[in-house]
C-alpha cells in the first residue's frame, strides 16, 4: 500500500517536472491542436511558440503567459486562432500571410512586445474585450480592419498602420509616441489622438482627419501628405523639429496658432493645389530651410526674426516678396540661399554667379538644409507605403540628391 502511494507520487513529481521543462522550451512548433493541449497546463511559456504553415485552428487554452513570441506565418489554411486565458505576450506576437484568417480570439491579452501583423485580408475585427493596453511596437498593415478597437495604448514608440484599406477610423488614448506613428494609404481614415502630448515624429499621408488638440511638440518631423481633407489645424503645438505639408489636393486652410519654434527640419508647403493662403502667426525662428511652392498668394510670417537655412519660394500667385526680402537683406536668412519667385513683379532671385558661389561655399548650413530636404523628399518614396523602414533610409538619400538639384 505504501509503496503504491510513493510509486504514484514519484510518478505524479515526474510528470509535473515534466510539464515543468515542456513549459520552459525556448520554442516549440505546433502542428496539431494536441500539441497545443499539452502545453494547456503551463500558465507561463516560457519561449516561442510557432504555429505551423499546416494548422487550420489554434486554441491556447490555458496559458496565460507566453514570454517570447507567438508567431503563424505562411498559413493559407488556418481560420481561428484563440487565446482565452491569454494576457501577456512578452515577445512579438507576428501573424504574416494568413489568408483566410478570420477570428482573432484573445479576450484577456493586454501585455504584447510588439504586434506585427501583415496580410491578414480576412481579419475584420478584433475580439480582444479586455483590450490590449501596453505594447511599444505595433505593425499592422493589409487587414481587412474597420478600426482598431481592441487596442488602446498610453504610449507608443513605433505605431505603424499602412494598406489596410477599409481601415475608417483610429482613435487611442496616446499620451505620447516616442519614436513615430505613420499612418499611411490606409482607407480615408479618420484619426483622432484625443490625449496625445507630444510625439517623436508623425506621418500622415491619405487620411481623412487628424485631431491632437493637446499635442504640443513634435520633436522631429511632422509629414503630411497626400491628405484628403479640406483644412488642418495643431490647436496647441508650439514646437516642431520640421513640418512639411506636400500635395494635399484639397486643402484650403491650415492652422498653426501655438507654433513659434521650428527646429533643423524646416518648413516645407507644397504643391498643394488648393492652398492660396496661410499663416504662420507666432513663428519666430526657424532653424532649418523654408521651402514654399505652389498656389499660393499670401504667406504670412509675421513674426519671423531668423531663418537658419535657406528660403526657397516659388509660387505660382501674386505673392509678394518683399517680406523675405527684407529679412534677406538684414542678413536674417542665414542659409546659403535665398530666392524668392512669384507670378507677380516682385519676383527676387540672385544673379546666377552669386547662387553658385554662395551655394559652393556654405558647408555650413548643408546639414540643417538637407535635413529638410528630407522632410520634402520623403513623399517621393511614398507610393504604396512599405512595411520596412528602409525606404525612409532611401528617402534620405533621395533627399540629398533633390536638395542638391533644387539648390
Ligand atoms: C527555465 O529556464 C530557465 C533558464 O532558461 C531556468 O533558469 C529555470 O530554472 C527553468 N525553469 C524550469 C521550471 O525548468
Ligand atoms: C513566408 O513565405 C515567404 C515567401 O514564400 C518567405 O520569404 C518567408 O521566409 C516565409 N516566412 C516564414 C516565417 O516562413
Ligand atoms: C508593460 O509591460 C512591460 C512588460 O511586462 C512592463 O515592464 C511595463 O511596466 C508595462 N507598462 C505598463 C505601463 O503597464
Ligand atoms: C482608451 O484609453 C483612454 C485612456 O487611456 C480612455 O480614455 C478611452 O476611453 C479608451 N478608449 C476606448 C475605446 O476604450
Ligand atoms: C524620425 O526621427 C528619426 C530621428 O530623429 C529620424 O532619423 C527619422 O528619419 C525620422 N523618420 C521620419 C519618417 O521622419
Ligand atoms: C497645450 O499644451 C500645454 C503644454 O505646452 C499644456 O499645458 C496645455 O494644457 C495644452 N492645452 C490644451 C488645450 O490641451
Ligand atoms: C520630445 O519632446 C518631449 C516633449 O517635450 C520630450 O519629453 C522628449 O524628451 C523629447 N524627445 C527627444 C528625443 O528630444
Ligand atoms: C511640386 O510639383 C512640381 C511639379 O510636379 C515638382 O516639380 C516640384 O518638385 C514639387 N515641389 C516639391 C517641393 O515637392
Ligand atoms: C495674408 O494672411 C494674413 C494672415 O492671415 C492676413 O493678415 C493678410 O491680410 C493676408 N494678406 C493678403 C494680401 O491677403
Ligand atoms: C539676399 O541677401 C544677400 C546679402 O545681403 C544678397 O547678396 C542677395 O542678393 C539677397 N538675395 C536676394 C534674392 O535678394
Known amino acids: 500500500m505504501i509503496r503504491k502511494l510513493l510509486v504514484l507520487a514519484l510518478a505524479s513529481i515526474a510528470s509535473v517536472s515534466a510539464q515543468a521543462s515542456a513549459c520552459n522550451e525556448s520554442e516549440v512548433t505546433i502542428t496539431t491542436q494536441a500539441d497545443l493541449d499539452n502545453l494547456a497546463s503551463c500558465s507561463t511559456f516560457g519561449g516561442n511558440i510557432i504555429l ?203 492652422s498653426f496658432p501655438q507654433l513659434t519654434t521650428v527646429g533643423a527640419a524646416g518648413i516645407e508647403i507644397a504643391n498643394n493645389t488648393d492652398l492660396e493662403s496661410f499663416t504662420f502667426p507666432k513663428v519666430t525662428s526657424v532653424a532649418g530651410a523654408i521651402i514654399l511652392d505652389g498656389d499660393f498668394f499670401n504667406a504670412s510670417f509675421p513674426a519671423l526674426n531668423v531663418v537658419r537655412g535657406a528660403v526657397s519660394i516659388d509660387s505660382e500667385g501674386d505673392f509678394d516678396c518683399s517680406a523675405f526680402d527684407s529679412l534677406n537683406s538684414s542678413g536674417n536668412i542665414r542659409g546659403n540661399d535665398y530666392r524668392c519667385e512669384a507670378a507677380s513683379s516682385s519676383t527676387s532671385v540672385v544673379p546666377t554667379s552669386t547662387a553658385a558661389a554662395t551655394s559652393s561655399s556654405a558647408e555650413a548650413t548643408t546639414t540643417e538644409a538637407s535635413n529638410s530636404a528630407s522632410t520634402a523628399a520623403s513623399s517621393s518614396s511614398a507610393g504604396a507605403a512599405s512595411t520596412s523602414s528602409s525606404s525612409y533610409a532611401l528617402s534620405g538619400l533621395v533627399a540629398i540628391a533633390i536638395f542638391l538639384g533644387i539648390f
Open 52 to 254: 505551423a504553415e499546416t494548422l487550420g485552428s489554434a486554441a491556447l487554452n490555458g496559458i496565460q503567459e507566453i514570454m517570447g513570441n507567438l508567431v503563424c506565418s505562411n498559413n493559407t489554411q488556418i481560420a481561428s486562432i484563440s487565446a482565452p486565458q491569454l494576457t501577456t505576450i512578452g515577445g512579438a506576437f507576428t501573424l504574416n500571410g494568413l489568408t483566410i484568417l478570420t477570428d482573432l480570439v484573445f479576450p484577456v491579452l493586454e501585455t504584447v512586445g510588439s504586434i506585427n501583423w501583415i496580410t491578414l485580408p480576412a481579419v475584420s475585427q478584433l475580439t480582444f474585450t479586455n483590450g490590449v493596453t501596453n505594447c511599444s511596437n505595433v505593425l499592422i498593415s493589409d487587414t481587412d480592419l474597420t478600426t482598431l478597437d481592441g487596442i488602446n495604448l498610453s504610449s507608443v514608440s513605433n505605431l505603424q498602420i499602412n494598406n489596410n484599406l477599409n481601415l475608417d477610423e483610429i482613435t487611442m488614448g496616446l499620451t505620447s509616441i516616442s519614436y513615430q506613428a505613420d499612418i499611411s494609404y490606409n482607407g480615408n481614415t479618420a484619426v483622432a489622438f484625443p490625449d496625445l502630448l507630444w510625439a517623436h515624429n508623425l506621418t500622415l499621408q491619405g487620411i481623412s482627419s487628424i485631431s491632437t488638440p493637446m499635442m504640443s511638440v513634435v520633436n522631429a518631423s511632422y509629414l503630411l501628405i497626400s491628405n484628403d481633407f479640406e483644412s488642418f489645424s495643431a490647436p496647441n503645438l508650439t514646437s516642431v523639429g520640421g513640418v512639411a505639408i506636400e500635395k494635399n489636393q484639397d486643402l484650403r486652410r491650415i
